[in-house]
């Protein structure tokens, strides 16, 4: 039976690497243990789902509550205009091509309530969905209905920022923040008056300080 004075070079070698904490600059040449190695996982940085632990936290602060009544006006104000054109066009083919009463009233007011059912679901989602963060080197919005929109805008693009007010925004005391980079326009909507107006100081003093670098 072999004694330890037999063993191999290889297996010294690999004894030496093990015995010192993996240390993958000794010359291992045991097969896989290199590879081994190299893939072993970082607890610390590997979740258990095999992707990082680390990374930037999801935004935290919210629009207005108001935010949910404005875009409902504007939704109904649309609903409103295409139920009020699909009425014109059902009472046309009522009076030209004698199409039967009941389609004529029936086709716009069954639009008329998936419309505002639709609208309301789509509020209710947009608002739950709609999240930012100013940070010192980047703004972080989180928006979308369907397709969910994760932006990342650093501050060292950031151009110009100001503040808007439709009417229906000036009547409830709110306000839109939008800023410029070479890429577009971004927008963070609904805010009120006082923090639309914190929000764009914000952004324009660390955009500055980034310039200023």
Do not use: C
């Not at 909507?189 to 923090?195: G, N």
């Amino acid at each position: 039976m072999p004694n330890q004075q037999d063993a191999g070079p290889s297996e010294e070698r690999f004894d030496h690497a093990v015995n010192n904490g993996g240390d993958t600059g000794a010359d291992v040449t045991w097969p896989g243990t290199a590879a081994a190695l190299a893939t072993w996982p970082d607890r610390e940085t590997t979740s258990s789902t095999g992707t990082a632990s680390r990374g930037i936290p999801l935004p935290e602060e919210r629009l207005d509550p108001r935010a949910r009544t404005i875009w409902l006006i504007n939704n109904l104000i649309a609903t409103g205009i295409v139920t009020i054109i699909a009425a014109m066009i059902m009472y046309g083919l009522h009076r030209w091509r004698h199409t039967d009463l009941i389609w004529v009233i029936g086709i716009p007011v069954i639009l008329l309530i998936v419309q505002v059912i639709a609208s309301w679901i789509d509020v209710t989602v947009r608002y739950r969905q709609w999240q930012f963060e100013i940070r010192a080197d980047e703004v972080d919005l989180k928006h979308g209905f369907i397709t969910h929109t994760r932006q990342l805008v650093p501050m060292a693009r950031i151009q110009h920022v100001d503040t808007r007010q439709g009417p229906i925004e000036r009547y409830y005391g709110l306000s839109s923040v939008i800023f410029y980079t070479a890429a577009g326009s971004m927008e963070i909507p609904a805010l009120s008056v006082a923090r639309a107006g914190e929000v764009r100081n914000q952004i324009a003093a660390l955009a500055k300080v980034h310039d200023d670098l």
